[in-house]
């Protein structure tokens, strides 16, 4: 292919790619139910020049920087400084499926490889999933670099992964170069990761014990997810069965290369196996058995994850057969109509919701939403459910972590509400279709100190009891009682912190309604729980401001976001300086075998 043909061809697709982004959505799974609205609500504070440390508009209030899932501190972040939110985030996808095809064309030195994958169930199923799309990309990088013993650009591989934050993908990707480079040489690699994964790994420190997840899941909820035998079969085949079980893809579709793949002598082929072993999951008596066995190992979940290695490894393999133009008909042919059918991709439109009063709320849950349906979808929009109308300014409380990083307590609440329907609740999270919603910020005149977890429950849920006067709190303050002159002079809410003036003759008690962690930080003032979640405040007596901000490692975090994006910088420059030598190199060797030709 000529020069010009091939700047043709890459105008021709970053035309396309932009049409798509902005047109388009990628609607499915876990993009609508969380990332999008996240990502919105993380730009609005990236324009704003912070970093986006608390979400206001979800559960009452919840960590945005310490969640592994917002991928706070992504390279690409960038595009949401320069972009509609929209078009940013379908950006993200589109950039990792180049980026699959340009490391996929690498590891298996095959265009047509490159484009299998690309092309592959597991790729555009990722299509659904803010942060297995990074392994997408990622994995194939990281078995190139382990194949080329390049300690440097495995340790950014496996840091791009963290900072993706998906615990499954890591494990499979470190499990599959553990069998392509069985070396001690690879522990250097893991200080090369720790600095890219550190702004991450400190602001996760700072909730790590008062999440849901700090619990560990169930072993049920674990193996939810696991690779049924009969999707085999499917990936040979295609998604044209339907499929009962609970799975995450779409679709596993590769084509019937990988019988003729997997019938050869390679690392690869064993990469396969082990990656198929885990992918079973429940199915595998071995791996079930593990998991109910060993509560540590709870920490991530649903094994069909798995796939993604498994299909990177076949698709290496397949690299030889699909030298032949006979398998390259019979294989991408089919492979690139199940990926036209079955990507879930949409309008946009039906997604824009405009900007709305940041009036918080709840929202029943609703049945659904785990099916590419388009028109379930727009419906669920249109509802302006928790997981999507917070896109357009909405508040929402009591509504339950779908990636397990709300509260502990949060959780608790939610499943009172949702057994026992005691709107009580709602009013103390400051619910605007709830009774006596709670204002945002006011002093508690009296606090309840109870022994037991389930008494604050019995207390709070009393008829007897007043949240507009009382609280349920830790025992060190419940001699504290607020004066009835204590008074709130001000309230302003900036990007990320929030600010009250206040005046009290004596020590008062202050309740913020926002979700408590002990990663708030009032200044000299002390914080804990009242009413089991909410946000309390020691104010001495006197008049003062207080400000509000999230985080208590601010400055460590910043500097350590810089040192990462420091590494990924040199990082690309040193794969650039790379590709660069290794196509010169290509050149010379060329050269020099015409001349010895001509020679002979």
């Known amino acids: 292919?000529?020069?010009?043909?091939?700047?043709?061809?890459?105008?021709?697709?970053?035309?396309?790619?932009?049409?798509?982004?902005?047109?388009?959505?990628?609607?499915?799974?876990?993009?609508?139910?969380?990332?999008?609205?996240?990502?919105?609500?993380?730009?609005?504070?990236?324009?704003?020049?912070?970093?986006?440390?608390?979400?206001?508009?979800?559960?009452?209030?919840?960590?945005?920087?310490?969640?592994?899932?917002?991928?706070?501190?992504?390279?690409?972040?960038?595009?949401?400084l320069l972009l509609p939110p929209h078009v940013a985030?379908?950006?993200?996808?589109?950039?990792?499926?180049?980026?699959?095809?340009?490391?996929?064309?690498?590891?298996?030195?095959?265009?047509?490889?490159?484009w299998l994958y690309v092309l592959s169930g597991v790729a555009i199923s990722a299509t659904g999933f803010y942060n297995l799309i990074v392994a997408i990309a990622v994995i194939p990088f990281a078995f190139l670099a382990a194949e080329r013993r390049h300690i440097f650009f495995l340790g950014t591989a496996f840091g791009l992964l963290a900072l993706g934050s998906e615990p499954v993908t890591i494990v499979a990707a470190a499990i599959g170069v553990a069998i392509l480079w069985p070396s001690w040489k690879l522990l250097p690699a893991a200080a090369v990761t720790f600095v890219i994964a550190l702004p991450q790994l400190i602001a996760y420190s700072e909730i790590a014990s008062e999440v849901e997840r700090a619990r560990g899941y169930s072993a049920q909820t674990v193996l939810n997810a696991s690779l049924s035998p009969i999707r085999i079969l499917e990936m040979l085949i295609g998604p044209w069965f339907t499929i009962t079980s609970p799975h995450l893809f779409l679709s596993l579709f590769i084509g019937i290369v990988a019988i003729p793949a997997l019938w050869?002598?390679?690392r690869y082929a064993i990469i396969s196996a082990v990656s198929l072993f885990f992918a079973l999951g429940s199915f595998n008596p071995i791996v079930a058995a593990v998991v109910n066995a060993a509560p540590r190992l709870r920490f991530a979940r649903y094994p069909e994850k798995f796939a993604i290695p498994l299909t990177v490894a076949i698709v290496v393999l397949?690299?030889?057969?699909?030298?032949?133009?006979?398998?390259?008909?019979?294989?991408?042919?089919?492979?690139?109509i199940a990926a036209v059918l079955t990507i879930p991709i949409d309008f946009f439109a039906p997604y824009d919701v405009p900007a709305l009063q940041p009036l918080r709320m709840f929202v029943a849950p609703s049945e659904g939403g785990q099916v590419p349906s388009r028109a379930d979808y727009h419906r669920r929009a249109k509802r302006l459910e928790p997981m999507f109308g917070a896109a357009g300014g909405i508040r929402y409380a009591i509504d339950r972590s779908p990636d397990g990083m709300f509260s502990v307590m949060s959780r608790?609440?939610?499943?009172?509400?949702?057994?026992?329907?005691?709107?009580?609740?709602?009013?103390?999270?400051?619910c605007s279709n709830a009774p006596q919603p709670l204002p945002r910020a006011m002093f508690v005149r009296r606090i309840e100190a109870p022994a037991?977890?389930?008494?604050?429950?019995?207390?709070?849920?009393?008829p007897s009891f007043d949240p507009l006067t009382s609280a349920v709190g830790p025992m060190r303050f419940a001699s504290v009682q607020s004066p009835s002159q204590a008074t709130i002079l001000s309230a302003v809410e900036r990007v990320q912190t929030l600010e009250f003036r206040v005046s009290t003759p004596a020590p008062a008690i202050l309740l913020v309604n926002e979700t408590y962690f002990r990663a708030w930080d009032a200044g000299d003032l002390q914080t804990f729980p009242l009413d089991l979640d909410r946000l309390g405040i020691l104010v001495p007596a006197g008049e003062r401001t207080i400000t509000l901000r999230f985080?208590?490692?601010?400055?460590?975090?910043?500097?350590?976001?810089?040192?990462s994006l420091l590494a990924l910088v040199i990082a690309a420059a040193a794969l650039r300086v790379e590709v660069v030598n290794r196509r010169a190199g290509q050149v010379e060797r060329a050269a020099n075998e015409d001349r010895a030709v001509a020679r002979s």
Do not use: C
């Open 318 to 336: 397949a690299a030889k057969p699909l030298s032949r133009r006979a398998w390259q008909l019979v294989t991408l042919v089919p492979v690139a």
């Open 551 to 563: 985080g208590r490692h601010r400055t460590a975090v910043a500097a350590a976001w810089t040192v």
């Open 412 to 430: 608790i609440i939610a499943e009172r509400v949702q057994s026992d329907g005691n709107v009580r609740w709602l009013s103390i999270a400051g």
């Open 452 to 462: 037991l977890l389930a008494d604050a429950i019995r207390i709070v849920e009393s």
């Open 89 to 114: 985030f379908n950006l993200h996808f589109i950039i990792h499926l180049v980026a699959a095809w340009f490391a996929m064309r690498a590891l298996s030195r095959s265009p047509y490889a490159a």
């Open 264 to 266: 050869q002598r390679s």
């Open 1 to 80: 292919m000529s020069k010009r043909m091939r700047l043709t061809a890459a105008l021709t697709g970053l035309i396309a790619a932009l049409a798509i982004a902005y047109f388009g959505f990628f609607f499915y799974r876990d993009n609508f139910s969380t990332h999008y609205p996240v990502k919105v609500v993380s730009s609005r504070v990236f324009r704003a020049g912070e970093i986006p440390y608390w979400n206001f508009h979800d559960g009452g209030g919840q960590p945005l920087a310490g969640n592994p899932n917002t991928l706070t501190f992504y390279p690409d972040n960038f595009l949401y």
